[in-house]
């Protein structure tokens, strides 16, 4: 345990933090001397690479901070190989380990920040991939009752950058490894302009090509955390039902909208937060990127207070124009 230290490197935003006391969890026979520790502490919270969190400036009791290492292969079935990895695994080199490997199947989730332990908390999801669709089921901690479990994907109850793990009360779950079912009659998943169009997957892409494509489109199009601060989206897109999707699309024939297997429609939140005149502009500390309106950046020395007051403004501002209630994507660590 360590007291007063500062997590300003460890989230990818920059915001200034100090946590009271930090537990860093490596090895899985730490969890239940970790369950005894959170008894101590009024308040504890599960911290990975930071790239998904909105952080408070004081962090009062525990925070535990996910470091697990360690990939492995369970076992190959003639239509999937099993693969595991912990939590603290840092979720791009594993996607890069797999491929090395030959066990195809995550390339479109490439580049994505952040540990493999929080992919299935928000079901991460790019260029028409979502996690679920990979994950063979969690092996996750219940922090409160001193107990390991094993859910099925389906018990996760994944949906739209959302799972069962996001909804729970915070500080309940600590995902400690993930198992991927990856097929081994792989197909790319080039549905998405930037890939369909990519000059490189016209004839026959392999995996590794896809890869590449994802992580050159993704180094030309988003701010680099490591230069720039910033969590990624910082709204969700919202999803609405067809009737108030055709009530829009009369008042903005523009509106940019992908229709989804259950019938409603998924407005993409940078268009929404483009035409309510935010893309590129600046409000103290914090602006929305010029070339991705959708993304919060840090212009250099952001609190706290300068997040949430922008993201309050555009979410007023999209409500008004547009009748629609932007959901904040990373989560606010208090
Ligand atoms: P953290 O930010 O540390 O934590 C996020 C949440 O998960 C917190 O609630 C935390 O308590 C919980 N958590 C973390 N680890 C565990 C664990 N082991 N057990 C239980 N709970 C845990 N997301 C996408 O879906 N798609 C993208 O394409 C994408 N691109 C991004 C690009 C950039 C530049 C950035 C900065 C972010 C992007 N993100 C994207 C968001 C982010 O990278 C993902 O949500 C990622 O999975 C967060 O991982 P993390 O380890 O940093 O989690
Ligand atoms: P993009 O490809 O320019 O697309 C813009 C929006 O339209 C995206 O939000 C995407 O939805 C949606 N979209 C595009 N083609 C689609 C299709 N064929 N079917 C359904 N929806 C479609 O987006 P981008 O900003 O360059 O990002 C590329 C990918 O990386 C996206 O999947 C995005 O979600 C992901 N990403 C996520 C984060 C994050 O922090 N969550 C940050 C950066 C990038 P979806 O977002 O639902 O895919």
Not at 206 to 212: C, E, K, L, M, P
């Amino acid at each position: 345990m360590l007291n007063n230290q500062d997590l300003s490197r460890c989230n990818t935003f920059g915001l200034p933090c100090v946590a009271q006391t930090l537990f860093r969890f490596e090895q899985v026979s730490q969890l239940s001397a970790l369950s005894a520790a959170i008894k101590e502490y009024a308040q504890h919270r599960v911290l990975g690479g930071g790239s998904n969190v909105i952080m408070h400036p004081d962090l009062p009791g525990l925070t535990i901070q996910v470091a697990n290492k360690g990939i492995r292969l369970l076992c190959e079935h003639d239509n999937f190989w099993l693969v595991e990895a912990g939590a603290g695994e840092v979720w791009h080199d594993f996607v890069a380990y797999t491929l090395e490997q030959g066990w195809y199947g995550l390339e479109n989730l490439a580049l994505i920040p952040g540990t493999v332990g929080a992919a299935p908390v928000q079901n991460i999801g790019a260029y028409g991939l979502e996690l679920e669709q990979r994950v063979h089921s969690v092996l996750a901690w219940n922090l409160l009752e001193g107990a390991l479990y094993e859910f099925s994907a389906e018990e996760c109850e994944f949906s739209y950058r959302d799972s069962m793990f996001k909804r729970a009360q915070p500080g309940t779950w600590l995902i400690v490894a993930v198992r991927f079912r990856l097929p081994r009659q792989w197909q790319p998943l080039l549905q998405y302009p930037d890939l369909r169009d990519h000059v490189s997957l016209q004839a026959a892409p392999t995996a590794q090509a896809v890869f590449d494509a994802v992580c050159e489109v993704r180094r030309t199009k988003l701010p680099d955390p490591a230069k720039v601060g910033n969590a990624g989206s910082f709204f969700k897109n919202p999803v609405v039902q067809a009737k108030q999707y055709a009530v829009l699309r009369t008042q903005h024939p523009n509106v940019v909208a992908y229709a989804q297997a259950d019938g409603r429609y998924k407005l993409a939140a940078g268009w929404l937060i483009d035409q309510a005149g935010w893309k590129g502009r600046e409000a103290g500390a914090v602006a929305m990127h010029p070339r991705q309106a959708l993304v919060m950046t840090n212009c250099g020395g952001a609190v706290l207070e300068d997040v949430l007051n922008l993201a309050q403004q555009i979410q007023s501002d999209v409500q008004q124009k547009f009748g629609v209630q932007l959901e904040q994507e990373p989560v606010l660590y208090a």
